[in-house]
T-cell receptor, first 119, second 112 residues
Framework: AQTVTQSQPEMSVQEAETVTLSCTYD???????LFWYKQPPSRQMILVIR??????QNATENRFSVNFQKAAKSFSLKISDSQLGDAAMYFC????????????????FGTGTRLTIIP | ETGVTQSPTHLIKTRGQQVTLRCSSQ?????VSWYQQALGQGPQFIFQ???????GRGNFPPRFSGLQFPNYSSELNVNALELDDSALYLC???????????FGPGTRLTVT
């Protein structure tokens, strides 16, 4: 069974600064997806960024980027130029990559990191 | 805006009662998963449906059941409610060929 660990229950960062959220995972599979989701107080789970395990290049989405270390099973999220709207719970999640497109939708989540932005 | 809606937003039930939660997704999103998120925790996978059949289940008892309909809507039914069932229930949908799942805003269930 896969596990996802987020060791930072809370983080804070000054507005406009950079912050990195940590995530480690455990799996015996070679092909999988990793995600970072953001959950603001509105409760809506919003996809921030996605990484396919077979891709060596780290994913980036505007101010969000990841540092994916497959051998170390580490998947950290870097938020640059932090904004007040970035304040939320951030969840790291794992999903197996089946050979077909069907089935195995299960996301395994970490316990989350609460990010506070200091004005 | 993910195009996934859930109803109701909030619900209060008494222990032992039954509840039905609903999820509606975008056209073409033919897989749906349900998650339970207890306060201060990450979501836990309940089960998934593809083409109206359950094809994967997490560590939840049979009193948690579901349905998926041809119009891309789905239901989560919970029988014999227990106090520990109090949580946020999230549905997530995915279209064929897409790696991402899109979540609804959730239903907050309180069992008293």
């Amino acid at each position: 069974a896969q596990t996802v660990t987020q060791s930072q229950p809370e983080m804070s960062v000054q507005e406009a600064e950079t912050v990195t959220l940590s995530c480690t995972y455990d799996t015996s599979e070679s092909d999988y997806y990793l995600f970072w989701y953001k959950q603001p107080p509105s409760r809506q789970m919003i996809l921030v960024i996605r990484q396919e395990a077979y891709k060596q290049q780290n994913a980036t989405e505007n101010r969000f980027s990841v540092n994916f270390q497959k051998a170390a099973k580490s998947f950290s999220l870097k938020i640059s130029d932090s904004q007040l709207g970035d304040a939320a719970m951030y969840f790291c999640a794992y999903r197996s990559s089946p050979l077909s497109n069907f089935g195995n939708e299960k996301l395994t989540f970490g316990t989350g990191t609460r990010l506070t932005i200091i004005p | 805006e993910t195009g996934v809606t859930q109803s109701p937003t909030h619900l209060i039930k008494t222990r032992g009662q039954q509840v039905t939660l609903r999820c509606s997704s975008q056209s073409g999103h033919n897989t749906v998963s349900w998650y339970q998120q207890a306060l201060g925790q990450g979501p836990q996978f309940i089960f998934q449906y593809y083409r109206e059949e359950e094809n994967g289940r997490g560590n939840f008892p049979p009193r948690f059941s579901g349905l998926q309909f041809p119009n891309y809507s789905s239901e989560l039914n919970v029988n014999a409610l227990e106090l520990d069932d109090s949580a946020l229930y999230l549905c997530a949908t995915r279209g064929v060929g897409s790696a991402e799942q899109y979540f609804g805003p959730g239903t907050r269930l309180t069992v008293t």
